[in-house]
């Protein structure tokens, strides 16, 4: 068994109640074997020889009642390997807790703060305090939980990293019917498996997934009726419409603006009813076909 050596953060925020892990590594898809979450429940990060067990089993006790640090006592006590574990965890609630064997190859340790956990091994000195500084000041701005975590990894990466290097990174962030369609919790689930600069890209995807499934802000609605003729034109150009550009917005054009959002996946941001659509939808597909 390899030691995954990585820099991990998990976290909850109470305003939306999601809870995350994001993960970086010199490790082949390091997300699929140490990020774990689920709404109502919490989040765990297992790593160096990581127990994977540790994730499921972690999140059923932590559901259950248990706080990160109970959990984290109870599954390390019944492992024999426990030295050669590290694992962080955020519960329910938002209590988090970390811990760090005494065989991790060095540098290992972690910071736990209020509802955020941070830890790594194999690290360059100052890893973990530079995620947990940059975390602190992130979820005091702008942004969301997913944008904090990936500048808590950028950050933790600028002040050295996994000292072999980089291969891997991930974010996993979960709240109540949080996902696609809106009967999951899965609201963001997102990896880079192999690439030379795996937090870069890792960003570049968190922005993508704002872009596609981010919440529609009311501000930013116009009415239908006032874009039709740009979106006629437009539609024209496309292949979805054949009609006149009359500038009404009827059933004809309705359909055939559906059918384009859909073919760019940003249905979750207008489903093809009402009078109104999200200004971002039409800028995006403007600047695109337009």
């Given at each position: 068994?390899?030691?995954?050596?990585?820099?991990?953060?998990?976290?909850?925020?109470?305003?939306?109640?999601?809870?995350?892990?994001?993960?970086?590594?010199?490790?082949?898809?390091?997300?699929?074997?140490?990020?774990?979450?689920?709404?109502?429940?919490?989040?765990?990060?297992?790593?160096?020889?990581?127990?994977?067990?540790?994730?499921?089993?972690?999140?059923?006790?932590?559901?259950?009642?248990s706080?990160?640090?109970?959990?984290?006592?109870?599954l390390t006590?019944?492992?024999?390997?426990?030295?050669?574990?590290?694992?962080?965890?955020?519960?329910?609630?938002?209590?988090?807790?970390?811990?760090?064997?005494?065989?991790?190859?060095?540098?290992?340790?972690?910071?736990?703060?209020?509802?955020?956990?941070?830890?790594?091994?194999?690290?360059?000195?100052?890893?973990?305090?530079?995620?947990?500084?940059?975390?602190e000041?992130?979820?005091?701005?702008?942004?969301?939980?997913?944008?904090?975590?990936?500048?808590?990894?950028?950050?933790?990466?600028?002040?050295?990293?996994?000292?072999?290097?980089?291969?891997?990174?991930?974010?996993?962030?979960?709240?109540?019917n949080?996902?696609?369609?809106?009967?999951?919790?899965?609201?963001?689930?997102?990896?880079?498996?192999?690439?030379?600069?795996?937090?870069?890209?890792?960003?570049?995807?968190?922005?993508?997934?704002?872009?596609?499934?981010?919440?529609?802000d009311?501000?930013?609605?116009?009415?239908?009726?006032?874009?039709?003729?740009?979106?006629?034109?437009?539609?024209?150009?496309?292949?979805?419409?054949?009609?006149?550009?009359?500038?009404?917005?009827?059933?004809?054009?309705?359909?055939?603006?559906?059918?384009?959002?859909?073919?760019?996946?940003?249905?979750?941001?207008?489903?093809?009813?009402?009078?109104?659509?999200?200004?971002?939808?039409?800028?995006?597909?403007?600047?695109?076909?337009?």
């Amino acid at each position: 068994m390899q030691p995954i050596a990585t820099f991990s953060i998990v976290a909850y925020d109470p305003r939306k109640r999601e809870w995350g892990v994001a993960v970086q590594s010199k490790f082949l898809a390091c997300a699929a074997v140490v990020c774990w979450a689920r709404a109502d429940a919490g989040a765990v990060a297992t790593q160096s020889f990581a127990n994977v067990a540790y994730g499921m089993d972690g999140l059923n006790l932590m559901e259950q009642g248990s706080s990160a640090a109970e959990t984290i006592a109870t599954l390390t006590d019944a492992d024999d390997q426990r030295a050669q574990r590290q694992v962080g965890m955020v519960d329910k609630y938002g209590r988090a807790a970390s811990f760090t064997g005494d065989g991790c190859y060095e540098w290992a340790g972690h910071i736990v703060g209020e509802g955020f956990a941070c830890q790594g091994n194999i690290l360059v000195p100052g890893t973990v305090e530079a995620m947990a500084a940059a975390f602190e000041e992130a979820r005091h701005g702008v942004g969301e939980l997913a944008d904090w975590l990936v500048g808590a990894l950028a950050a933790g990466q600028a002040a050295g990293g996994d000292s072999r290097g980089r291969q891997a990174a991930g974010v996993l962030v979960v709240r109540h019917n949080g996902g696609y369609g809106g009967n999951n919790d899965r609201y963001l689930d997102l990896r880079v498996d192999d690439d030379p600069e795996p937090i870069e890209k890792l960003a570049k995807l968190v922005t993508m997934h704002h872009l596609l499934f981010g919440e529609v802000d009311p501000a930013n609605l116009i009415p239908l009726s006032g874009a039709a003729g740009d979106l006629q034109a437009l539609l024209r150009r496309t292949g979805h419409y054949s009609g006149a550009a009359t500038g009404i917005f009827d059933e004809t054009t309705r359909a055939a603006l559906r059918a384009l959002v859909g073919s760019e996946n940003l249905e979750e941001r207008w489903d093809g009813t009402g009078d109104v659509i999200d200004r971002v939808v039409v800028d995006y597909i403007i600047d695109r076909f337009g």
